[in-house]
């Protein structure tokens, strides 16, 4: 099990900036991928920026150039860093970790934390 807390969430003006962080009860080195999604009222779910296995970083296209991934390893703490916010950044912001575990991949997800952008 691996259980996420994230933090940092709440109302910003547009062009502002935000910090999200996720803290992990499991070492980082333990789990296999680790990222961002959000999800905006009637939409899906989708992947806004994340580690891969390798350890590269991905974005989805509408961040780059304005958010940031980036870990804290001794603190096993993921961080998204958000600058130039857009309205349509509006959302609930998950932390999620990918563990493989006898072959089978588990799917964790933090509680969420909301996002607004707004004047």
């Known amino acids: 099990q691996v259980q996420l807390v994230e933090s940092g969430g709440g109302l910003v003006q547009p062009g502002g900036s935000l910090r999200l962080s996720c803290a992990a009860s499991?070492?980082?080195?333990?789990?296999?991928?680790m990222g961002w999604y959000r999800q905006a009222p009637g939409k899906q779910r989708e992947l806004v920026a994340g580690f891969t296995s390798g350890g590269s970083t991905n974005y989805a296209d509408s961040v780059k150039g304005r958010f940031t991934i980036s870990r804290d390893n001794a603190k096993n703490t993921v961080y998204l860093q958000m600058n130039s916010l857009k309205p349509e950044d509006t959302a609930v912001y998950y932390c999620n970790a990918k563990r493989i575990s006898g072959g089978v991949m588990y799917d964790y997800w933090g509680q969420g934390t909301q996002v607004t952008v707004s004047s």
């Open positions: 499991a070492s980082i080195f333990s789990i296999y991928a």
